[in-house]
């Protein structure tokens, strides 16, 4: 895989999968970028990439309405749909076989939220993978 099959793979993944969440449709996440099966424990779930998916659904939503409740104007928080400007480095891979991490800062409105998601491809020959968790 070049450098350039890579970031344009990575980028629309990437894409894909800040899009699912930014319209709340956590399940379509098993088909894009899913998060760590870890994440199925947060519903108290089989660890499957659907119930890694529901359970991080379900922690994002949570967060965002403990903000909202937490901020005296009662401001609205959401997870922006994609920007390319949220990445906090550029897309590239160094070599083969490897595993490469990429951050990604979600905005609400614009504006920076107080957490990151840190995905990690793997890439070998011309095959990649992916898994996302949140920092």
């Known amino acids: 895989m070049t450098q350039d099959e890579f970031k344009i793979k990575a980028t629309e993944l990437i894409r894909l999968m800040i899009d699912?969440?930014?319209?709340?449709?956590?399940?379509?996440?098993?088909?894009t970028i899913p998060?760590?099966?870890?994440?199925?424990t947060f519903d108290n779930a089989e660890?499957?990439?659907?119930?890694?998916?529901?359970?991080f659904g379900k922690?994002?939503?949570?967060?965002?309405?403990?903000?909202?409740?937490?901020?005296?104007?009662?401001?609205?928080?959401?997870v922006d749909h994609f920007n390319k400007s949220c990445f906090m480095e550029e897309v590239k891979l160094n070599s083969l076989p490897l595993a490469t991490i990429?951050?990604?800062?979600?905005?609400?409105?614009?504006?920076?939220?107080?957490?990151w998601f840190e995905i990690e491809f793997e890439v070998s020959?011309?095959?990649m993978s992916a898994t996302f968790n949140v920092n």
């Open 35 to 40: 998060p760590e099966l870890s994440w199925a």
């Open 102 to 115: 990429i951050t990604y800062r979600p905005t609400s409105f614009g504006e920076e939220l107080e957490f």
């Open 47 to 55: 660890p499957t990439p659907e119930n890694a998916c529901l359970g």
């Open 20 to 31: 699912a969440i930014a319209e709340k449709e956590y399940t379509k996440l098993v088909s």
């Open 125 to 127: 020959d011309k095959t």
């Open 59 to 78: 922690w994002l939503d949570m967060q965002l309405a403990m903000w909202e409740d937490d901020h005296k104007d009662k401001k609205k928080y959401v």
